[in-house]
């Protein structure tokens, strides 16, 4: 009897070690991958303050040609920062004086000598954000702004998940301890009675302890792989550091925000969509990528797109200058590069109000068509204004 009780102490304490292993592994695993998570988190919040902060200061150049802190300017800019979910407060200074623009009156912004200065707290991200205005007739029209450090509402999300994982080593610690304690309590009763048999004892424990091992370890294994995958998939910066443009990622937000710049101003917008051929490799595209960022617009307006594409946001010109730069880029490509074929499909938005989806799948479905046709290289999707107004009404009466 003696040594069962002994045999079933030793298994106790076999087992109290296996889950405390487990629990640290679980313990270490939440911190490090919730210290990720919000590192990851305050990058992208900067990422998205520039974003904000640049289509802000175009609102604003735009906004005061026609007039300059009026009240439909000023309004303008109460509202554009109201649906900022990063900027905290604008300063504008002109040659009349500075003005500020707060979301919550007194939080970001103090007074001194009558002029707006931000206040320094640790919650405010300290990126810089600042830019010229050119209005035309006004002289010094500069903006700058501040915004939070963190998204709140993914901040707390990244802490209750790390709370969560937490409390399932808690609990598995708590429930390890209390099967120790029966444990032992049985081996107790085993050795005072006389009349039970010596091998009936440790049957019914022996198969628990492996069980809550393996579960414990393979839920681990799964949430550290999970782990590891969503940090890998996850763009880092503004740039790829394949192509040197813009994650594909962050196509679909930059183009709803030049939509509604272009619709304010009553400007056209050209999505362009282009693919190489399939025998281009990573190094080569990477000098396409280059070309295409030297000849196109500014670098922030092109993204990848899948493993040979590029996307291009052109906003200010119209469907027909765009295909004519395509053409133009495609002869340039060509001569440089002989061996690269290139297939170009472009939409626009041709005084439509539309969102970014509708129009990235015009310009894609204009390029599948580009890549089908045999005669043409370069197709583009054009649309009728008057019956697209109609086709919306009808979808929405």
């Given amino acids: 009897m003696k040594m069962i009780q002994k045999?079933?102490?030793?298994?106790?304490?076999?087992?109290?070690v296996i889950v405390?292993?487990?629990?640290?592994?679980?313990?270490?695993a939440a911190l490090i991958q919730a210290s990720v998570r919000l590192y990851l988190s305050i990058e992208q919040h900067k990422i998205t303050a520039d974003m904000e902060f640049e289509y802000i200061a175009d609102l604003a150049s735009s906004a005061g040609v026609l007039s300059f802190m009026d009240d439909p300017f000023i309004e303008t800019m109460n509202h554009a920062l109201a649906a900022s979910k990063s900027l905290e407060a604008l300063i504008i200074s002109g040659p009349e004086g500075e003005y500020a623009f707060e979301r919550k009156k007194g939080h970001a912004v103090a007074w001194v000598n009558n002029s707006p200065r931000f206040i320094n707290r640790f919650y405010f991200s300290g990126q810089s954000l600042y830019k010229p205005l050119y209005i035309q007739g006004l002289r010094n029209v500069?903006?700058?702004?501040?915004?939070?450090a963190f998204d709140y509402a993914v901040f707390s999300a990244i802490l209750k998940e790390t709370l969560f994982l937490i409390l399932i080593g808690f609990v598995l610690a708590f429930f390890t301890m209390l099967f120790q304690s029966l444990l032992l309590k049985s081996?107790?009763?085993?050795?005072?009675?006389?009349?039970?048999?010596?091998e009936e004892i440790p049957l019914p424990v022996k198969e628990e302890p492996v069980i809550v091992k393996k579960q414990a370890k393979k839920r681990?294994?799964?949430?550290?792989?999970?782990a590891a995958e969503s940090e890998e998939s996850e763009p880092k910066g503004l740039y790829s550091p394949r192509t040197n443009i813009g994650w594909a990622e962050y196509t679909k937000d930059r183009l709803d925000s030049e939509l509604h710049r272009c619709a304010s101003t009553e400007k056209d917008l050209v999505m362009i969509e282009m693919e190489f051929s399939e025998e281009t490799d990573d190094?080569?595209?990477?000098?396409?990528?280059?070309?295409?960022?030297?000849?196109?617009?500014?670098r922030d307006l092109l993204f990848e797109n899948g493993s040979r594409g590029i996307s291009i946001i052109y906003p200010g010109i119209d469907l027909e200058t765009g295909i004519s730069k395509s053409e133009k880029f495609k002869n340039r490509i060509t001569e440089k590069y002989p061996n690269s074929g290139l297939y170009i499909g472009l939409s626009s938005r041709l005084g439509r109000l539309l969102n970014a989806g509708r129009l990235m799948l015009e310009a894609m479905e204009a390029l599948q068509r580009a890549k089908a046709d045999p005669d043409?290289?370069?197709?583009?999707f054009k649309s009728d204004p008057d019956k697209y107004r109609a086709f919306i009404a009808h979808q929405n009466p």
């Fill in 283 to 298: 190094a080569h595209f990477k000098h396409l990528a280059e070309e295409a960022a030297v000849f196109f617009t500014s």
């Fill in 187 to 198: 081996g107790d009763k085993a050795a005072s009675a006389d009349d039970i048999d010596d």
């Fill in 376 to 380: 043409s290289s370069i197709i583009a």
């Fill in 7 to 16: 045999d079933n102490s030793g298994k106790a304490a076999f087992i109290g």
């Fill in 220 to 226: 681990d294994s799964f949430k550290s792989v999970a």
């Fill in 20 to 28: 405390a292993a487990v629990c640290i592994v679980i313990y270490l």
């Fill in 142 to 148: 500069n903006i700058q702004g501040v915004a939070g």
